[in-house]
C-alpha cells in the first residue's frame, strides 16, 4: 500500500514537470503573446488558496461536480450500451451483419470529426445532449472490449461448465460463468472509457455545447472574459481535471491486474 501511494505521489510530481515543460515549449515557438506562455503558476494558486479571497471555491465546486456528472452518465450509458452491442454482435449473425460496419466506422473516425458536426447540426445546451454524444465513441470503445472478451471464452471450457452444472439458462450461464471471465477486459474497457469520458464532456462544455457552470464552460467563458488570460479559479479547474484523469488511470490500472485473475 506504501509502495503505490509513493509511486502514485512520485507519479504526480513528473506529470507536473511535464505539464511546465509544455508551456516552456509553447512560449518557445509562440512567445510571450500566447496566453498560456506564462506556464502553470502553481505558486499563485497557491497562494490564492491560502488567501480564500481570490478564489471561487463554490464555483470550482460546482463546476466540477456538472463535469464529473457528465463523464460518470457518459460512462455508466457507454457500459450499458456496449455489453449490449458487443453480447449481440457475437451471439446474433444478423446483428452482427448490421452492426459490424456501423462499430467500425466509429472505431475508425475520431471523436473531433463528430463534435464539429453536432455543434452546427444542433443548437442545444443541455446534459443529454453531452452525455449522448460523448457517449458515442466510449459506447465503441466498451463494444469492442466485450465482442474480444467473449472471443476469449474458449468453447470447451463453457461446455464442461455447462455439463457439470445441474441447472442452468442463457442467463444463470452469462452471470456465473460469462461474466466473470469477461471481467479483465470490461473492467479494461470501463478504465479507458472513464479517461475518455473526462476529456470528451470537457472539450464538449469548452465548445458550449452543454449548460454553463461547467468546469469546460467556465475555462472558455473565463479566458474570453479576461482577454486570454488564465485566471486562479480556470488553473485551478485544469490541475483538478488532470487529477482526476489521472487517479482514474491509476485506480483502473490496479483494477486491470486485479481482475486478471478471474480469467479462466
Known sequence: MLRRLVTFVFQIFEIVIFVQLCFLAVKFFSGNNNPFAAGLDLRSLIHDLQAGDNLDLVIIAAAMRGTLFHASSIVALSIICGIVL?????????????????????????ASIIYPIAAVSFNTKTDAFVIVIGSIPCTTIMAFATINALRRIKPEREMIYVINTE???????????????????????????????????????????????????????????????????????????????????????????????YRF
Open 167 to 261: 441447472e442452468h439458462s442463457q442467463l444463470k450461464l452469462f452471470f456465473e460463468y460469462r461474466l466473470r471471465s469477461m471481467l479483465p477486459d470490461i473492467v479494461e474497457g470501463v478504465s479507458l472509457s472513464a479517461s475518455y469520458a473526462l476529456v470528451l464532456s470537457c472539450v464538449l462544455e469548452m465548445l458550449l455545447l452543454g449548460p454553463q457552470g461547467t468546469a469546460g464552460a467556465f475555462i472558455s467563458i473565463d479566458s474570453d472574459a479576461h482577454a486570454g488570460r488564465i485566471t486562479s479559479e480556470a488553473i485551478a479547474l485544469i490541475v483538478l481535471i488532470g487529477l482526476a484523469s489521472f487517479t482514474l488511470n491509476f485506480l483502473a490500472n490496479r483494477a486491470i491486474e486485479s481482475g486478471e485473475r
Open 86 to 110: 458487443g453480447y449481440g454482435v457475437v451471439g446474433s449473425a444478423l446483428v452482427r451483419f448490421f452492426l459490424t460496419p456501423i462499430l467500425d466506422f466509429l472505431r475508425g473516425i475520431p
